[in-house]
């Protein structure tokens, strides 16, 4: 079973919107891992948040984290066509490093 | 700098044969790992190795066996193909989980299975 799960499966929005997207885990974690897919590609790391951390910021990137929901949030802010793809988050669980299935994410122009 | 590097990109096997997928990283990282990746699935581990001579199960790995005999190689052998394993697959590395540092991906192998 998924140790994260994403939340919306697919997200449609405007260039210039904000978007947002949303994991939850089912088991204590020391951290929570936010990564990007472009069709098809190798994932690339975005940010990591640690349970000591409720909130991190990375340019456009807002990660949220709430260790007594089991949840943490990805914000977009000002989107842009190049920020279509597939958003996923990833938790370390008995020593794997787990997926979720993904948000994906359509910027439109 | 290479990074996690996969090949081949792209293989088509016939049922019942079998290969081997090569990922090899020149980060030194100790933990190495498989994924499968399918419409809807999200990505699955297949197995791990978290160091040279270690390697333990993720959570399909029915099908499929790897070995680390170094740092820097950890290889897939599909045993007998089968069109279940039609998928693509991710090897990924990190420095060490325990330290909650990022994985880095290969490209990605994109395996038809007929």
């Known amino acids: 079973s998924q140790q994260g799960e994403e939340d919306p499966q697919a997200l449609s929005i405007q260039e210039g919107e904000n978007a947002t997207m949303n994991c939850s885990y089912k088991t204590s974690i020391n951290n929570l891992q936010w990564y990007r897919q472009n069709s098809g590609r190798g994932l690339v790391h975005l940010i990591l948040i640690r349970s000591n951390e409720r909130e991190k910021h990375s340019g456009r990137l807002r990660v949220t984290l709430d260790t007594s929901k089991k949840s943490s949030s990805l914000l977009i802010t000002a989107s842009r066509a190049a920020d279509t793809a597939s958003y996923f988050c990833a938790t370390i669980l008995f020593g794997k490093l787990i997926f979720g299935q993904g948000t994906e994410l359509s910027v439109k122009p | 700098n290479a990074g996690v590097t996969q090949t081949p990109k792209f293989q088509v096997l016939k049922t019942g044969q079998s290969m081997t997928l090569q990922c090899a990283q020149d980060?030194?990282?100790?933990?190495m790992s498989w994924y499968r990746q399918d419409p809807g699935m999200g990505l699955r581990l297949i197995h791990y190795s978290v160091g040279a001579g270690i390697t333990d199960q993720g959570e399909v790995p029915n099908g499929y066996n790897v070995s680390r005999s170094t740092t820097e190689d950890f290889p897939l052998r599909l045993l007998s193909a089968a069109p279940s394993q039609t998928s693509v697959y991710f090897c990924?590395?990190?420095?060490?989980?325990?330290?909650?540092?990022?994985?880095?991906f290969g490209q990605g192998t994109r395996l038809t299975v007929v």
């Open positions: 980060m030194n990282h100790e933990y």
């Open positions: 990924a590395s990190s420095y060490s989980l325990s330290g909650g540092t990022e994985a880095f």
